[in-house]
């Protein structure tokens, strides 16, 4: 079994953490990647409030 280092896991959360602060008041936003400083992008599901979000620069990403 393949266990997450607290690196990798730290920097899962601040691309979250940055993609959900992004969409706090809109439903789509770009910001700056916290892990490359590339563009990211974040949208926000009008019905659920689901984040997704993806940088186009380090392909981090991620589904709510």
Avoid: R, W
């Avoid at 992004?22 to 439903?27: D, G, H, K, R």
């Avoid at 009008?46 to 997704?52: D, M, Y």
């Amino acid at each position: 079994m393949n266990d997450i280092l607290p690196e990798e896991l730290q920097k899962m959360l601040d691309f979250f953490n940055a993609a959900t602060e992004a969409v706090e008041t809109e439903l789509t936003a770009e910001f700056a990647c916290p892990l490359c400083g590339g563009k990211a992008y974040a949208s926000k599901a009008s019905t659920n409030g689901h984040v997704h979000a993806y940088c186009s620069k380090c392909d981090a990403n991620f589904m709510e």
